[in-house]
């Protein structure tokens, strides 16, 4: 592992594309050279340098918490080499999961091409068992389409396999087995693509901020390393790009930047994705780009099961900005999603004798869950606190498949680093009422309905009503 970091380190991912020129022609028929990274850090936007044929210069895309693949020049054709393999990835500080993916990471390394890019994608299998790699909404000859026992045999542990196409049409996809599908998407092996535009699209606008990712999700038990690959709904793991706040990186931007966001699905649920404090429209999706007259703006939009979506926005309103998945389950982490619901009980009395019998018991909910949040309670090895995460003034109580988007006028152009939290101008602020406090509702009227019963008893301790056969009608 160390000699394969050491020469991740010597060939710098940044403008880390093979030269065509410098390699001779007995390297050009070897594989190409296989490229790791195994840190999940967001990798910087991939400018291809010292290559010919590229096609019209483009703005690259900053994967979050991931990277993009670079490739060598063979005779006019982009060469890449993917590596499916087992990886170690940290879903956040404290937490790492075995799962499978390519070269290092997973999700894999984004693969970035122009339209009408003629590309070679050599595929080596280091998994334990047979797998393919399907091209998830590119237009290409059906025997590339990566079905394994359908379109192709599947590739054999320890085989290489080719697959050869034109980048047909620009747009946001995605790659993912087809062999042993299950299985292997939830172990985590998925990976981008995006193909820009030869040329001035009429429905592609250009952006100055491009950022990708892709939903998914995992069941590791409290404790434990490895996914349950059976799993069907029950996900404890939200992700982005197998990251889970606080570990998924902010989208740091540029005060009236231009900002494109593609999202693809590769959980087994659809995520309602949600923006504060900025309008965007869905300019894109699995289909390619939207014709203008169809698009509408919108603060949330629902990515399904296997789709893509590409939202843009003018980011002009600077802030620190939540951007999540609108399923509060889905910004939890592991540990919430089985507790009984305390609130309202009163267990005191009980807690002070199991106290006496175990002395590290903790009574939890009572008054809801946001305690869980700044608890420092203790957890099995590797696992995360169903909510966490520190904000300027506290706990954020978050988790799962929530970030932030940065929005700040001093951002340099194309620096993406994080500019730290956002300083509020004075007086812009929620503050605190000191003024009289505000006697409750539920005193004055009959249990604060609006549509008081008859001959309800006062409302002078807790009713618990339960909807029961219609009657008295
Ligand atoms: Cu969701």
New binding site residues.
């Given amino acids: 592992m160390t000699s394969r970091r050491a020469f991740i380190q010597s060939l710098g991912l940044t403008g880390g594309a093979v030269a065509a020129a410098s390699v001779s022609s007995v390297a050009m028929a070897a594989l190409p050279e296989l490229i790791l990274k195994e840190d999940p850090n967001t990798a910087p936007p991939h400018f291809p340098r010292g290559v010919t044929g590229a096609g019209r210069p483009y703005n690259p895309v900053v994967t979050l918490n991931g990277w993009t693949l670079p490739w060598r020049m063979n005779k006019g054709v982009k060469e890449f080499h993917l590596v499916a393999e087992p990886v170690v990835r940290e879903i956040a500080p404290g937490m790492n999961a075995h799962l499978w993916g390519y070269n290092g990471q997973s999700p894999g390394p984004t693969i970035e091409v122009v339209e009408g890019d003629r590309v070679r994608i050599f595929v080596t299998n280091r998994l334990p068992e047979h797998t393919t790699i399907h091209w998830h909404g590119q237009r290409l000859p059906s025997g590339m389409d990566g079905v394994g026992g359908l379109n192709q045999p599947q590739i054999p542990p320890g085989k290489t396999f080719v697959y050869e196409f034109v980048a047909r049409r620009p747009g946001t996809f995605m790659y993912h087995p087809h062999a042993d599908e299950m299985t292997q998407m939830a172990m985590g092996m998925m990976g981008f693509w995006v193909t820009h535009p030869k040329e001035r699209h009429p429905l592609i606008d250009e952006v100055d901020r491009d950022f990708c990712f892709l939903?998914n999700a995992y069941d590791i038990d409290p404790g434990s390393y490895t996914p349950k690959v059976n799993t069907m709904l029950d996900f404890n793991l939200?992700t982005f790009n197998s990251r889970a706040f606080p570990g998924i990186d902010s989208l740091n931007v540029r005060q009236n930047d231009r900002v494109r966001i593609r999202v693809g699905n590769l959980t087994m649920?659809n995520?309602?994705i949600h923006l504060h404090g900025h309008e965007f429209t869905v300019t894109g999706t699995d289909g390619g780009p939207t014709p203008k007259g169809s698009r509408w703006p919108e603060v949330t939009t629902d990515i399904a099961v296997g789709q893509m979506r590409q939202v843009e926005f003018i980011a002009n309103e600077a802030g620190d900005w939540a951007f999540h998945?609108h399923?509060s389950h889905?910004t939890m982490n592991a540990m919430g999603h089985d507790v009984p619901t305390m609130i309202g009980v009163d267990h005191r009395e009980a807690a002070k004798q199991i106290t006496d019998l175990i002395p590290d018991y903790m009574v939890m909910g009572a008054r809801g869950m946001a305690d869980m949040g700044e608890m420092e309670m203790p957890l099995p090895d590797n696992t995360l606190p169903m909510m966490t995460g520190q904000g300027p003034y506290g706990a954020v109580e978050m988790g799962g498949?929530f970030t932030v988007l940065k929005v700040r006028a001093e951002q340099k152009v194309g620096d993406y680093s994080d500019p730290g939290w956002y300083k509020q101008p004075p007086g812009t602020r929620a503050y605190e009422w000191t003024g009289p406090a505000a006697e409750p509702p539920r005193a004055k009227t009959q249990g604060g309905q609006s549509m008081p019963a008859t001959g309800k008893p006062a409302a002078t301790e807790v009713q618990v009503r339960k909807p029961g056969p219609h009657s008295g009608h």
């Fill in positions: 939903l939200w649920t995520h309602p998945c399923k889905h498949m």
